[in-house]
């Protein structure tokens, strides 16, 4: 299977789902304002029944047919929220069937991310490895060179010390035999 074969059912499987995501929000919104619409239906009536029980005559008839128009209304708003109730039923189970498959397809996109990311790492890894090793060698060669370098150094100091040296003794051997010998001034006599 390729990539594109895996996303795609995915990104079908999740549209589905945001679909009835926003499906089922409207219908709790429309659930919520029908439930505070009978509410307030309910607090109506009853508050007619009171004021019917402390009425007379025709103002109880006028207070029946509101209790009636205020009926009719009330059942129409409990059938609403029955259907929307059943609607909100079946569109929760709609998406719980989808979940499994949903789920499946993320481990498999997750798992797929994964490998990934760690071959992408182990990449960069090696990567930084190659550029230890190459450092590494360039130190050695550095250190090689600086060695070479102290070696010359010091033999040329050496070197230069026992010229000096040399020097020394040769001007020291010609002063000694200036004054010591055959034709010093001490055996001139």
Same mark, same amino acid.
């Given at each position: 299977? #390729?990539?594109?074969?895996?996303?795609?059912?995915?990104?079908?499987?999740?549209?589905?789902?945001?679909?009835?995501?926003?499906?089922?929000?409207?219908?709790?919104?429309?659930?919520?304002?029908?439930?505070?619409?009978?509410?307030?239906?309910?607090?109506?009536?009853?508050?007619?029944?009171?004021?019917?029980?402390?009425?007379?005559?025709?103002?109880?008839?006028?207070?029946?047919?509101?209790?009636?128009?205020?009926?009719?209304?009330?059942? #129409?708003?409990?059938?609403?929220?029955?259907?929307? #109730?059943?609607?909100?039923?079946?569109?929760?189970?709609?998406?719980?069937?989808?979940?499994?498959?949903?789920?499946?397809?993320?481990?498999?996109? #997750?798992?797929?991310?994964?490998?990934?990311?760690?071959?992408?790492?182990?990449?960069?890894?090696?990567?930084?490895?190659?550029?230890?090793?190459?450092?590494?060698?360039?130190?050695?060669?550095?250190?090689?060179?600086?060695?070479?370098?102290?070696?010359?150094?010091?033999?040329?100091?050496?070197?230069?010390?026992?010229?000096?040296?040399?020097?020394?003794?040769?001007?020291?051997?010609?002063?000694?035999?200036?004054?010591?010998?055959?034709?010093?001034?001490?055996?001139?006599?």
């Amino acid at each position: 299977m #390729s990539v594109l074969e895996l996303a795609r059912p995915a990104a079908d499987i999740e549209q589905k789902i945001r679909t009835i995501d926003t499906r089922l929000d409207s219908l709790r919104r429309r659930r919520t304002q029908a439930e505070a619409e009978l509410n307030r239906l309910v607090r109506e009536e009853n508050k007619l029944i009171r004021n019917f029980a402390n009425s007379e005559g025709r103002e109880k008839q006028d207070i029946r047919a509101r209790l009636s128009g205020l009926a009719t209304d009330r059942t #129409s708003q409990e059938l609403e929220m029955q259907g929307l #109730s059943v609607a909100i039923a079946e569109a929760e189970q709609e998406r719980n069937e989808l979940l499994p498959e949903y789920e499946r397809e993320w481990k498999l996109r #997750s798992a797929q991310e994964r490998q990934r990311r760690l071959a992408e790492l182990r990449r960069a890894h090696e990567a930084n490895l190659a550029k230890v090793r190459e450092a590494d060698r360039m130190l050695q060669e550095a250190r090689a060179a600086a060695d070479r370098s102290f070696f010359d150094w010091t033999t040329f100091k050496d070197q230069q010390l026992i010229e000096e040296q040399l020097a020394a003794q040769e001007a020291h051997k010609a002063e000694w035999q200036k004054k010591s010998g055959p034709f010093s001034p001490q055996n001139r006599r």
